[in-house]
């Protein structure tokens, strides 16, 4: 009887599922409410008639208190209404799919934050800090799968916040290059990062302080392998909101982007994998989050 329960369990074991490891491509996307999906209610998610939700990773940081974060696939997140809510993260990767890599998508937003006052930058145990310490834990996670990660993009879809006040609007440049500086330097340690920002340009504080999207403008002029993103046309269930099908085409707009960005790049993104790169500026996972 002994050898039988021996045999059977053995049996059981290797029918087990085994996660394998394999290259994925890691995306950062950050940001406020319409990098979240803030009205992106899922009875409007797009339909996966291609099944490709399953093989996309994807990592966000939920709402409810308790759970821990962790490497799951493409799928609405919990939090804004009953069935759940979605951002431009869907379409972006599977586009991303389609172009032939296998997309890590990690997601850190936050509604109504700005650079000035909520995100600041790194050593300020802000909002900044906090998306590092998640970034890196969702990334040690992926080593200890055995994924071998490269580099992506770095999506920052942001500033509307920024704009409210004139004197964050002013400094917005210098404080967004200064994020962009650490994700290449001392978070992906490359140079040649692809970033891709946003802004909603008729939101109306940035209709008051346009200096914002002036500020990113510049950016991408003026940095290596940047890009800014719009928003212009796409429909919007308030003043500044994307309704479900504007953040589905937001999603195919980033990927053009992205396209053109790596189509562009002097230097190919995807240089020595990031979770081999020893960790030198770790931060605390006390640093404060906002809404």
């Known amino acids: 009887m002994k050898k039988h329960t021996l045999t059977l ?54 709402r409810d208190k308790g759970v821990k974060p962790d490497w799951t696939t493409m799928q609405p997140q919990n939090g804004r209404f009953p069935e759940g809510h979605f951002g431009p993260e869907v379409t972006f990767s599977r586009k991303v799919l389609e172009s032939g ?8 937003c936050r509604g109504s934050t700005s650079i000035g006052d ?17 970034l890196r834990h969702a990334l040690q996670l992926l080593k200890d799968r055995g994924d071998r990660v490269t580099n992506g993009a770095f999506i920052w879809i942001q500033g509307e916040s920024d704009a409210i006040k004139p004197e964050n ?20 340690h490359d140079p040649n990062l692809l970033v891709i920002l946003g802004c909603d340009e008729k939101h109306s504080a940035v209709q ?24 212009l046309g796409l429909p919007k269930a308030d003043g500044t909101h994307l309704r479900p099908e504007g953040l589905v085409t937001h999603g195919e707009r980033l990927f053009d982007a992205y396209r053109t ?3 562009g790049s002097a230097k190919n993104p995807q240089t020595t994998p990031i979770t081999n790169t020893p960790v030198t500026n770790t931060v605390s996972t006390n640093a404060a989050v906002g809404r």
């Not at 290059?177 to 001392?186: A, G, P, S, V, Y």
Request: charged share 20%.
């Open 101 to 108: 890599e296998n997309p890590a998508v990690f997601k850190f």
């Open 9 to 62: 369990l053995a049996l059981l074991l290797i029918s087990l599922p085994v996660a394998r490891s394999k290259d994925v491509t890691l995306f950062v996307l950050a940001g406020q409410s319409n990098a979240e999906g803030w009205m992106g209610r899922a009875t409007g998610y797009p339909a996966d008639t291609k099944n490709q939700d399953p093989s996309i990773l994807y990592y966000w940081n939920p």
């Open 169 to 188: 609007a002013a400094a917005y440049e210098e404080r967004l290059k200064t994020l962009i500086e650490d994700m290449r330097t001392n978070v992906f």
């Open 118 to 134: 909520n995100w600041q930058g790194p050593g300020s145990r802000k909002l900044y800090d906090a998306m590092v310490t998640d």
């Open 261 to 263: 960005l790596k189509a």
């Open 208 to 231: 008051r302080n346009p200096i914002v999207i002036t500020a990113q403008e510049h950016l991408a002029a003026t940095l290596p392998n940047c890009i800014r993103t719009s928003m």
